[in-house]
């Protein structure tokens, strides 16, 4: 099962390095993220989502090539394989960057937009979904992070070693 985690931010930047640091240990094997979203709430108050996968592009991407594969079997037909497989990709991209671009995956957008409409002005935030996680090692690369968890579904024990180690006790990280 997932665990979600939100950490707030007193800067706009620091939820983009800390996410860094999370793909680092995601390379490593150590941290296994099934979605993350940096929110930026700028000085305006008007609220920015960044999210780490980009599902336009992934649709689009996959549309070209299954389109572009069935074009040319069908261009096969009436032999002229090149034809189909330009047609039925530009097809197929446009069918995949639509469906992209419609649907959700990971962490529900209203959720998102409804915890960021309460950080402050010139703040960040990060929402993490994790599935699994080397909590030792996680804890030592956030060592001199300093944030504040604003929801996560934890548990309270896990939840108190997390805030310790963004509030900067290296006996936390230890522990």
């Known amino acids: 099962m997932s665990e979600l985690v939100v950490v707030g931010f007193e800067n706009t930047e620091e939820a983009d390095r800390v996410l860094l640091r999370l793909a680092k240990l995601k390379k490593e094997y150590l941290l296994d993220l099934e979605d993350a979203v940096v929110v930026v709430r700028d000085d305006e108050g008007k609220v ?3 999210q780490s996968i980009n599902l336009t592009t992934a649709g ?4 070209f090539l299954s389109g572009g594969l069935w074009g040319m079997l069908v261009g096969l037909l009436f032999l002229n394989p090149f034809a189909g497989f330009v047609l039925g990709g ?4 446009g069918a995949g960057a639509l469906s992209g671009s419609l649907s959700d995956y990971g962490i529900n957008d209203d959720f998102i937009k409804s915890l960021a409409n309460t950080i402050p002005n ?3 935030a ?4 994790v599935r699994k996680a080397q909590p030792e090692k996680v804890m030592a690369e956030l060592a001199g992070v300093t944030g504040k968890v604003l929801r996560t579904s934890l548990s309270p024990d896990q939840e108190r070693k997390l805030q310790e180690a963004l509030a900067g006790s290296t006996a936390a990280a230890k522990t």
């Open 48 to 50: 920015h989502l960044k």
């Open 60 to 63: 689009a991407t996959s549309g």
């Open 90 to 93: 530009a097809i197929g991209v």
């Open 122 to 124: 010139n703040s960040s």
């Open 126 to 129: 990060l929402f993490i979904l």
